[in-house]
């Protein structure tokens, strides 16, 4: 099965909402209550093997984790994360001090973002662990960021460093929270979205919603140390690593030439911010070499059922 394949099918058949102001195919969908009030909803599902390992992270940096990925949703929005339900599905020999410190690494990330979980469910299964979230967020009288609006001759922008996330960054890395509602009401950002699949695969996401293509400037990308280290264990460059490495969870927009220089001489941030590109009108992703020479680059970040 083709993930995104999928995900399209099942977005040609949702029905219209007046209620529904972002559905499906962004970070989070957004609706419309308490006369006109947006509220954003978004889940994410974690499983044992495939975004965490028993055998490498402890319980509570699972639950850490399972809490920090849909706060990076609500972040990608520009918006405010208020409120949680978790369903945790337990493997049926798990000890009682494991559930509670997974359910204790939970809570913490949840206080430290002033999110209060209200509810959820317990089951168990023969084998895996897996535990899913689903969160609720408030627009903070700012419009939710989509990756629908990105314009011909934005900058492209991302926040930290990229790449090497296997190594540890995947499981402690900060949600972009406190950034995201600063871009939002501070600066008129076009399009956002969280990097969870990848540099590449997470632009394509915005370039396809906006109907654009773009170009990345190879000597921009800002290339994390654990993804040189990375690649001297797997060979590939420290470059491949920061454009196609999933879970960095750092945030990836555009806005204009002009507000971008803004944001870089401004101190609103305090995080590493960098401009790696530009917003073409079509061709999918070129990239740019130090020497001026450029080459089509074709996405491959994480899919699930490949």
Not at 49 to 68: M, V
Request: hydrophobic fraction near 35%; proline fraction near 2%; charge should be positive.
């Amino acid at each position: 099965m083709d993930e995104l394949s999928f995900i399209k099918w099942i977005r040609s058949g949702q029905k219209k909402d007046r209620n529904i102001s972002i559905g499906i195919g962004d970070d989070c969908a957004s609706i419309k209550v308490n006369k006109g009030k947006l509220y954003l909803v978004t889940t994410d599902m974690l499983v044992q093997d495939t975004h965490f390992e028993l055998e490498r992270n402890k319980p509570g940096e699972i639950g850490r984790k399972s809490i920090a990925c849909s706060i990076s949703d609500i972040a990608a929005m520009g918006c405010t994360a208020k409120y949680a339900v978790v369903s945790i599905c337990f493997p049926a020999k798990t000890g009682t001090r494991f559930a509670k410190e997974l359910y204790r690494g939970m809570k913490e990330a949840a206080d430290e973002y002033n999110i209060k979980i209200i509810g959820g469910d317990v089951v168990s299964s023969k084998k895996l662990l897996v535990i899913n979230v689903a969160m609720l967020g408030e627009d903070s009288g700012v419009k939710p960021i989509t990756r629908s609006n990105a314009r011909v001759g934005d900058a492209i922008m991302v926040t930290g460093t990229l790449g090497g996330s296997i190594l540890k960054k995947h499981a402690t890395f900060k949600p972009r929270l406190k950034e995201g509602l600063i871009l939002n009401k501070k600066f008129k950002v076009n399009s956002m979205i969280d990097i969870s699949d990848g540099l590449l695969a997470d632009l394509n996401h915005i370039l396809d919603e906006s109907k654009v293509g773009a170009v990345l400037y190879e000597d921009k990308i800002p290339v994390s140390v654990d993804a040189k280290k990375l690649s001297r264990k797997t060979g590939l460059s420290p470059l491949h690593h920061a454009l196609n490495d999933g879970e960095d969870y750092e945030l990836l927009f555009t806005l204009s030439d002009k507000e971008s220089e803004r944001l870089l001489s401004s101190c609103h941030i305090s995080i590493r911010v960098s401009k790696i590109g530009h917003i073409k009108k079509t061709g999918g992703i070129t990239i740019q070499d130090s020497n001026g020479k450029l080459r089509k680059i074709k996405p491959m970040g994480y899919e699930h059922f490949k």
